[in-house]
T-cell receptor, first 112, second 115 residues
Framework: DQQVKQNSPSLSVQEGRISILNCDYT??????FLWYKKYPAEGPTFLIS?????DKNEDGRFTVFLNKSAKHLSLHIVPSQPGDSAVYFC???????????FGTGTRLQVTL | DGGITQSPKYLFRKEGQNVTLSCEQN?????MYWYRQDPGQGLRLIYY???????QKGDIAEGYSVSREKKESFPLTVTSAQKNPTAFYLC??????????????FGDGTRLSIL
């Protein structure tokens, strides 16, 4: 049973436009969410996180929105750059438990 | 520089052989993790350890074993009992108290292939 879902396996966006990556979860005990970016043959790198007490967190070009009632979060990248082309994973955790549950990833391609 | 080192980057195994993947961290993190990534899938947790000499099974522990004799090291052994070991293996570490600004840090992975 996939507790964290990324239903779009891929997304293509023009350079300079907004990229919106979506993530849904089913476990209501999740209260901490993260986004990771991954290039081929490398480990994921942490991008941004949000706790369930917030509905928005912003860091430069990256903003994460959390809708707890819909069990949905999204990552906005504005403006998108070619270097943003990678696979993006959504992950979730419960309380102070450090164990993460990952989604299946969305491959973002930013075109010129 | 602080970080996580996984070695080797590529590893080949013959059928019926056990193989050990190395993971070392110098971030002074208490917790360490092993994940497996298959094409088109997310990262799945194999084992994790929150303290030296203790570890727990993750979601797909069958066919794998780990040890945690030192804080810095968390080697993963892929045994012959693992029927489909070909995958990309990722090691991560974190503090045990999971604060919003202290996420898991990952190594660059080891790709294991069966000959």
């Amino acid at each position: 049973d996939q507790q964290v879902k990324q239903n779009s396996p891929s997304l293509s966006v023009q350079e300079g436009r907004i990229s919106i990556l979506n993530c849904d979860y089913t476990n209501s005990m999740f209260d901490y969410f993260l986004w990771y970016k991954k290039y081929p043959a490398e480990g994921p790198t942490f991008l941004i996180s949000i706790s369930s007490i917030k509905d928005k967190n912003e860091d430069g070009r990256f903003t994460v929105f959390l809708n707890k009632s819909a069990k949905h979060l999204s990552l906005h990248i504005v403006p998108s750059q070619p270097g943003d082309s990678a696979v993006y994973f959504c992950a979730a955790a419960t309380g102070t438990a450090s164990k993460l549950t990952f989604g299946t990833g969305t491959r973002l391609q930013v075109t010129l | 520089d602080g970080g996580i080192t996984q070695s080797p980057k590529y590893l080949f195994r013959k059928e019926g052989q056990n193989v050990t993947l190395s993971c070392e961290q110098n971030l002074n993190h208490d917790a360490m993790y092993w994940y497996r990534q298959d094409p088109g899938q997310g990262l799945r947790l194999i084992y994790y350890s929150q303290i030296v000499n203790d570890f727990q099974k993750g979601d797909i522990a069958e066919g794998y074993s780990v040890s945690r004799e030192k804080k810095e090291s968390f080697p993963l052994t892929v045994t012959s009992a693992q029927k489909n070991p070909t995958a990309f293996y990722l090691c991560a570490s974190s503090t045990v108290q999971f604060f919003s600004n202290q996420p898991q840090h990952f190594g660059d992975g080891t790709r294991l292939s069966i000959l």
